[in-house]
C-alpha cells in the first residue's frame, strides 16, 4: 500500500489521454468505416461491465502516448514523494507486488503472485500478527530476486528519520507496534516488524489499532530494493524487531534516492511493477516506460501487453484536434460542452472512436488550509461557501453531466450510496446567500473595523476580528493554475467576498510551484489559505488518518492541516469498527459526512463524469470507475 490511499489530484491536470499504435474495443453497438480498403468497429459504447484480462492469444507490441498537460510533469518517479496525477499515472504502472491487491470487484485480497502462504495469529496483548512466507520466483527489473529482506527493507526505509529528512512520506507502517518509536529514532529497530527468513516475515498491527475496519489494507505492502538504495546495508533481526545495519544514514539514501543523475526519486533505475522506466526528459516532458520482462503479471496474472507507453503534452484546448488527426488515442471529455461534441462528431460518423463513461470519483474543490489565518475558523469557511453558487458553476463547466456534492464522496463511492438517501436531508447545501454568510461572520466575531470598532457595512470596506489580542483581518489568499475552474472561480468570487468584507486576492502560478506551496515543502511559512483541487475518493480511504492532527499526518494524509476533535473522534470510531460490521461503519460514516459538511475543511465544488474517448484499434480498454488510466492500459492491447 504506498504512501497515501488518497490520490491528491490539482486541477492543473485533469486531462488524460494517450496515442497508441494499434488497438480494438469491446462492443455494444456497432457503426462500419472503410479506412484503406479495411472495416472496423467504431462508436462502441464500452461499459464497466465489459472489464477483464486480455486475452492469452493477445499480441504484444505497439506503443501508447499518453497526452498530459503542459507544465504538470514532476520530477518525481518514484513513490514516496509528491503524488500528482500526471506522475502517479507512470509511477503505478512501475509498482508491483504488493502483498494484497484489488481484484476486478473492488476487493482487497491477498495476491497469489506475490504470497505463497499466511497466518493470522491473535496475541495476548490485543495486537495481532500477520505472517507471510512469499514466493520464491518474484524479481526485481535487473533479474535480481526479491526476498523478505526487500519487503521488511519497505518498511524500515519509509519509516524512517532518514527518509523523513529526504522529504519522504515516512508514515509506513504507522498501525505497526513500534512506529513511533522508530519514525523519532529512539530505536533502531522497528519492533512490530520482523525478518523470519529468506522468504518470510511479520507484521504485527497494534493493540490500540485494533479492531481495524481496513485491517489488511495496513499491512498490504510491497517491496523496495534493499541492495540498491541502501548500498552496502542489510536487514537484521535480532528477537526485538527489524532494523538496518550501520551505514545507513541520511547521506547514503540522499545519494541513492537524490541524485539528479541516477537517483531513485527521478530515474526509478529498479522496478518490480508491468513497466520500467527507458528514459525521462523534463524539458520535452516526455516519459518513456517499456515493459519489465520479469514481471510476473497481477494477481489474475495479467501482464503488460503494450510494449511502450510515452507521455507527451498537449494543451487542454487542443486534445480533441490531436485526437482527430491521429496523434493521440485517447482522451477525456469532462465539460457538457466537449461530451456533447464529441458524442455528435461519433454518432455522425466523423470521429473515429470507441467510447466510455467513467463515473466521478474526483471531488472538484476549494481546499482550505485550516491552521492559520482566517481559513482555520469554521465560521469563514462557511461564509465563503455561500458566496459561491455552486449550481451555477457546476452548470457552466459540467453542462448538466456534473453534480453538486455536499460532503467527502461522490456518488460512486459504495458506501456514500449506500447511506446517501439517510442523511440527505440532513446535509447543508450551502446555496448562494449573502445574508446566511453575512451572519457567520458576524456569530464568528468578525465585527471590527481596521480601528478596532464595530464593522459598520457601507462604510467600512473589510472585517476583522480580534485573534490572541490582535486584530486579524479578513483576507484570504488563493493559489491556482490557469485552468478552466479557476478562470471561473476568480471572475466570480471576489466581487462576492467583497459584498461581505472580505478581501479575497487569487495567485495564479506554474503547477509545480503551487505544488510546493501546497505541501509546504521548501516553503518557509505558508503562504496560502485555500488551493483550487480536485481530489480523488478512492473506495478505501482511511478518514481517520485524513482527519488527525498528529503531527506526522500533516501534509501527508491530513492535507487541510485541520485539528478538529469531532472529526478526529469519528474518525478514531469508524477505524475501530470491525470489518464484518458493515452496517456499523456505514452508521458511522454517515455521522463523519455530516460533520465534515458542517465543518469544510475544503468547500466541494462538484463531482463529474466524464467520457473517454480512444481509438478503435486499442483493444480490451474499458474506461472505469477508481482507476487511473494506467490500469485500463495494462488490460489493453494493440491490433493491427
Known amino acids: 500500500m504506498k504512501k497515501r490511499m488518497i490520490a491528491l489530484m490539482l486541477a492543473g491536470i485533469m486531462v488524460f489521454s494517450a496515442t497508441a499504435c494499434g488497438g480494438g474495443g469491446a462492443s455494444s453497438k456497432n457503426q462500419q468505416n472503410q479506412d484503406d480498403g479495411e472495416s472496423k468497429q467504431v462508436g462502441v459504447e464500452v461499459t464497466e461491465d465489459m472489464q477483464s484480462a486480455p486475452p492469452e492469444d493477445a499480441p504484444v507490441g505497439g506503443q501508447v502516448v499518453v497526452a498530459i498537460s503542459p507544465g504538470t510533469l514532476s520530477p518525481d518517479m518514484y513513490g514516496g514523494w509528491s503524488n500528482n496525477a500526471t506522475n502517479s499515472g507512470f509511477i503505478g504502472l512501475m509498482s508491483g507486488y504488493a502483498l494484497a491487491d484489488y481484484n476486478r470487484d473492488y476487493v482487497l485480497d491477498w495476491d497469489p503472485v506475490v504470497v505463497k502462504d499466511h497466518e493470522v495469529i491473535e496475541n495476548d496483548d490485543g495486537s495481532k500478527t500477520y505472517r507471510f512466507e512469499i514466493n520464491d520466483n518474484l524479481k526485481w527489473s535487473d533479474g535480481s530476486p526479491i526476498t523478505a529482506k526487500d519487503y521488511v527493507f519497505s518498511l524500515l526505509l519509509h519509516s524512517s528519520p532518514e527518509f523523513a529528512a529526504c522529504e519522504g512520506d515516512a508514515t509506513y507502517g504507522w498501525a505497526l507496534v513500534g512506529y513511533n518509536d522508530h519514525v523519532q529514532g529512539t530505536t533502531k529497530e522497528f519492533a512490530g516488524v520482523n525478518l523470519l527468513g529468506d522468504y518470510e516475515f511479520s507484521m504485527t498491527i497494534s493493540a490500540d489499532q485494533l ?55 527521478y530515474k526509478a533505475p529498479v522496478v518490480c511493477g508491468p513497466y520500467k522506466l527507458k528514459s525521462v526528459d523534463l524539458t520535452t516532458e516526455t516519459v518513456e516506460l517499456e515493459i519489465n520482462e520479469e514481471y510476473l503479471g497481477t494477481y489474475d496474472g495479467t501482464k503488460p501487453h503494450i510494449q511502450t507507453i510515452i507521455s507527451k503534452p498537449v494543451a487542454d484546448e487542443t486534445i480533441r484536434d490531436e485526437f482527430e488527426k491521429g496523434t493521440i488515442d485517447f482522451y477525456s471529455a469532462g465539460t457538457g460542452e466537449k461530451i456533447e461534441a464529441a458524442l455528435t462528431k461519433v454518432e455522425e460518423g466523423k470521429l473515429d472512436a470507441n467510447y466510455g463513461l467513467v463515473p466521478g470519483t474526483r471531488i472538484n474543490e476549494m481546499r482550505y488550509m485550516c491552521d492559520f489565518g ?259 492500459v495494462l488490460d489493453a492491447y494493440v491490433e493491427e
Open 211 to 265: 479492531p481495524n475496519y481496513y485491517e489488511m489494507a495496513n499491512v498490504a505492502y510491497g517491496p523496495e530494493p534493499l541492495a540498491a538504495i541502501a548500498l552496502g546495508c542489510d536487514v537484521k533481526d535480532d528477537g526485538n524487531g527489524a532494523y538496518l545495519t550501520d551505514g545507513f544514514t541520511e547521506d547514503l539514501i540522499r545519494e541513492t534516492l537524490l541524485d539528479p543523475d541516477k537517483g531513485f526519486r
Open 374 to 632: 482566517p481559513t482555520q475558523f469554521e465560521e469563514v469557511r462557511r461564509a465563503i461557501a455561500y458566496i459561491v453558487d455552486r449550481d451555477e458553476i457546476n452548470k457552466q463547466l459540467t453542462g448538466g453531466y456534473g453534480t453538486v456534492v455536499d460532503c467527502y464522496a461522490t456518488d460512486a463511492t459504495t458506501d456514500f450510496a449506500a447511506i446517501k438517501d439517510d442523511i440527505e436531508s440532513e446535509l447543508i447545501h450551502y446555496s448562494y446567500d449573502l445574508d446566511k454568510a453575512k451572519q457567520e461572520l458576524i456569530d464568528g466575531g468578525w465585527t471590527l473595523n481596521e480601528k478596532g470598532d464595530e464593522y459598520k457595512e457601507g462604510t467600512d470596506k473589510y472585517r476583522y476580528k480580534e485573534v490572541d489580542g490582535e486584530l486579524m483581518k479578513l483576507k484570504v489568499e488563493v493559489a491556482c493554475c490557469e485552468d478552466d475552474y479557476s478562470k471561473l472561480y476568480n471572475t466570480v468570487i471576489p466581487p462576492e467576498a467583497e459584498k461581505i468584507g472580505m478581501e479575497y486576492k487569487y495567485t495564479s502560478m506554474d503547477f509545480a510551484l503551487m505544488i510546493n506551496h501546497l505541501t509546504r515543502q521548501g516553503i518557509d511559512e505558508p503562504e496560502y489559505n485555500i488551493f483550487y483541487s480536485s481530489i480523488g475518493i478512492p473506495e478505501i480511504l482511511f478518514y481517520w488518518n485524513c482527519f488527525d492532527d498528529d503531527p506526522s499526518l500533516m501534509g501527508t494524509w491530513n492535507v487541510n492541516y485541520i485539528s478538529d476533535p469531532e472529526l478526529k473522534a469519528i474518525g478514531k470510531e469508524m477505524q475501530k469498527i470491525d470489518p464484518e460490521d458493515i452496517d456499523g461503519f456505514r452508521k458511522l460514516y454517515g455521522e463523519f459526512q455530516l460533520a465534515y459538511n458542517k465543518k469544510l475543511p475544503s468547500l466541494p465544488m462538484g463531482s463529474g463524469v466524464s467520457y473517454m474517448f480512444f481509438n478503435p484499434k486499442l483493444k480490451n480498454f474499458v474506461p472505469r470507475a477508481h482507476v487511473g488510466w494506467g490500469a485500463m
